[in-house]
């Protein structure tokens, strides 16, 4: 399928009006179809999957920036950290210490976001709101000093139910406002992909990812 570039035209019409960031959510697609997106302009593109985004980072342009969006396993942060612009995935503590572990082994500051758990279903990952607040101090930050925490990812719940997506993205906005009262650097908050980036830039969103709307649908 090939990409669909008057849907990525006016997706970044409706991102200027906010002043908010596309990440091209590029995961199972093909270089030729990322490679047809960066000549019109990209550079921001999100991956899933370790290996694919290894691979996909060595054989496209270097001034690529790559979103890791997907879950992250420990064991696999040291494949990316030489090279990854933003991981928005981060659900745990153990996983704050080992991307910072990698990022001063690769002498990088790596800027991440804490995921956090805003959807109904069990099966997403993140963080619980509740508590956050309290867990995510400035002395919280400081103990991971190759890191920089930037903001919040949210995904909301799969649904029709409009309002319940409004609601779960509003009470993410909140969460972030608040931390971004307290610490350095916290300005962005990942919400929104194909089926409901509107909602959430209506929401607060600042960076939107979005895949299918601008790649076709995935196998
Ligand atoms: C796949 C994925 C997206 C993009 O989803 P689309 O519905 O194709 O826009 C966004 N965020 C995350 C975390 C994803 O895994």
Do not use: C
């Not at 990440?23 to 697609?29: N, P």
């Not at 909301?156 to 319940?164: P, R």
């Not at 906005?173 to 971004?180: E, P, V």
């Amino acid at each position: 399928m090939p990409v669909n570039l008057p849907a990525y035209q006016s997706v970044l019409t409706e991102l200027q009006e906010k002043n908010a960031l596309l990440v091209a959510v590029s995961k199972t697609k093909s270089e030729e179809d990322i490679l047809e997106l960066y000549h019109a302009g990209q550079r921001d593109f999100g991956e899933n999957y370790v290996q694919e985004l290894s691979d996909k980072q060595k054989n496209l342009p270097q001034d690529i920036r790559w979103h890791f969006i997907g879950h992250l396993q420990s064991n696999k942060v040291k494949y990316i950290a030489p090279f990854v612009h933003l991981i928005h995935g981060i659900d745990s503590e153990k996983l704050l210490k080992e991307v910072n572990k990698e990022a001063q082994k690769n002498n990088r500051t790596i800027d991440v976001l804490l995921q956090v758990h805003i959807a109904s279903e069990e099966t997403k990952f993140g963080w619980e709101p509740a508590g956050l607040l309290e867990t995510v101090t400035p002395d919280f930050a400081r103990q991971w000093p190759h890191l920089r925490i930037r903001g919040l990812m949210g995904m909301a719940s799969f649904t029709d139910d409009t309002q319940k997506i409004h609601s779960e993205f509003q009470n993410l906005r909140q969460l972030f406002n608040r931390l971004a009262a307290q610490l350095p650097n916290f300005n962005i908050l990942s919400m929104g992909m194909s089926a409901d980036y509107k909602i959430a830039l209506g929401e607060g969103s600042n960076l939107v990812r979005i895949g299918s709307l601008l790649f076709g649908s995935r196998a």
